[in-house]
């Protein structure tokens, strides 16, 4: 009967099997070793083999013992808030400063019909591309283009109101678009 060539301390590997670990005790011929994972585990020294110290383990079992040890974490799921659900899509400013660089010629009359003409083009291609919400910022003043705005909406099939008072106040109306299924 030959006895164990192991000191306690030595790295070996397991015959037969898939298993490394460190010499923790010897009685004997018995040899205790502790895995990678930490279990300890007993075998007869036949059954064990001396690994070099500068062997190294390869990359995928370093992965193997790491992804066995982690705790599973929970996907992060990011939800939308509600309120985020349901602003609109498309926002219009009607403000003759947006539209054109100079008013310089133009008459009240041509730069209403000019918001007029660009909230009826923007709510035209809302309806096209199937966009359920517009909102239309129109400004407070004295509510002149707001009533034309509301002249010209009437003929479209929406219904319209006056949009979120804590982000626009007074000066816009959101449109919902009644879409054809």
Known sequence: MEKAQFKIGDQVAV???DLQGIVTAIEGNTVTLV?????PMKYDHTDLVKIANDIQ?????????????????????????????????????????????????MTNFDMLNLQLDTAKRQLEFAIRKRIPKI????????????EELYYLLK???VRFYDANYQKYGLGATEVYIFQNT
């Open 57 to 105: 383990v390869s990359n995928y079992e370093a992965y193997q013992v790491k992804r066995d040890k982690e705790v599973p974490r929970k996907k992060k799921v990011t939800t939308r808030r509600p309120k985020a659900r349901h602003e609109p899509k498309l926002e219009v400013d009607l403000h003759i400063q947006q539209l054109t660089t100079t008013t310089t010629g």
């Open 135 to 146: 909102v239309f910022i129109h400004g407070v003043g004295e509510g002149v283009l707001k």
């Open 35 to 39: 895995t990678v994972e930490g279990f």
């Open 155 to 157: 003929r479209y099939p």
């Open 15 to 17: 015959l037969d099997e």
